[in-house]
């Protein structure tokens, strides 16, 4: 199965970044296809903590990895990771970046902190890294992309055609500063040099690598429930996380995708604005983020908690097509005595539903109707398998597999690269 799409099953931070880095051992290729620096993934692995924002996990292991056409790229972000990279002994050629992959400029951070401000309450709480601003530009087609850089004359032109629309707005619409033309062109070109050694074709590299054999993982960012056609729109990223993403993100055609691993935590978490139906009410949520360590990696934020929810990862099996699951963090539960788990949603009428709701004010009104199942009360430091686990937690581990009717292959039991039973 050379082709594996690893994608967040619910609303980010499942610990994607540790899965990939832990498949990326035995593959030939990792491949980021969306999202950009409001990404946080930590990794573990021999002891030293990782925590990328722009490049692939595959970096950790020292595989060849790829950003591809579909991401925003930071090129300060970007440069500060290759940058890490040697400060700890990678060798930072294992990085390739799409020349059409599009470039997050100083006004879209701007306009990202601006437009959430003058939304005021309204707020979706995004990580202000500028991704909606630079997504929205590539498609009015006014975006500025990886390959123009490379050349200083073009470069200069598409830098003064955006700053011509983008200081008016900036200046007239959010009261703010605009941007001068000589200083951002000097800046930017100044990347030129730097970036020039990692540009190239992706889209021909995956393609290369899928025919001679070798196993590529495609590395979703944030996930299923903040993709922008199919997640909880407004509150969700302004690109594709979903499983389909990686084959317009990479540039190569969805047959050539053998299989979907989901990432799920035992429980569920959420960063920003926007509704989250099995939220916990009480004192326990403010538990399960200290023992999760529920802390935003790029801005620092709390994440919200709340107890697994099936209805959403039902979901997220339909639209991803995923074909087996990863378990992340239950050894987090290990402290609780009982664990309620969202099996149904109660709708306005007073039905249940096993299905994630396709309206939005259906979503908003929806309750959980939680099964409680019994926690197991110890760590799960001893188990080497799956069959090691305590009763209860085995338990909670198939009736996700039953509900799902999706394998889960993958059960998460600590950060580190080797806490992690298949
Ligand atoms: P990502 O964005 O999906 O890569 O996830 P993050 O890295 O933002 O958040 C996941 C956090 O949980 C990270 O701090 C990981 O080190 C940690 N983590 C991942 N898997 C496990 C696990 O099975 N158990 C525990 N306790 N921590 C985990
Ligand atoms: P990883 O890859 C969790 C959330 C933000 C906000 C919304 C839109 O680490 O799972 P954006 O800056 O993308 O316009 O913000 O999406 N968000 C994430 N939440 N994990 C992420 O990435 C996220 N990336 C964006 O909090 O609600
Ligand atoms: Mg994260």
Redesign the pocket.
Known sequence: MPATVVV?AQ????G?GKIVDLLAQESDVVCRYQ?GP????TIVADGETWKLRQLPSGVVSGTTSVVGAGCVVDPEVFLDEIDLLESRGVDPSIVVLSGNAHLIMPWHVTIDRASERRLGKLQ??????G??PAYADKASRIGIRVQDVLDAKILRQKIAVALAEKNVWLERVYETEGFDLEDVWSRYAGYAERLAPFVGDVSLLIDDALRAGRHVLFEG???TM?DLDHGTYP????SNPIASGAATGVGIGPTRIDRVLGVAKAYVTR????PLPSEIEGPQQARLRELGGEYG?VTGRERRCGWLDLVALRYAVRVNGITSLALTKLDVLSEFDELPVCIRYRQRDGSETPHFPAHQSDFHHAEPVFEVVAGWRRPLDEAATLAELPGPARAYVELVARELEVPVELVGIGAARDRVLA
């Open positions: 967040g609303w980010g931070d499942e994607k999202g409001n990404a946080g993934h979706i709480g995004t990580t202000r890294r991704i909606g960012a944030q996930a903040l509150f969700v990223t302004s960063v920003g604005e926007g990696t």
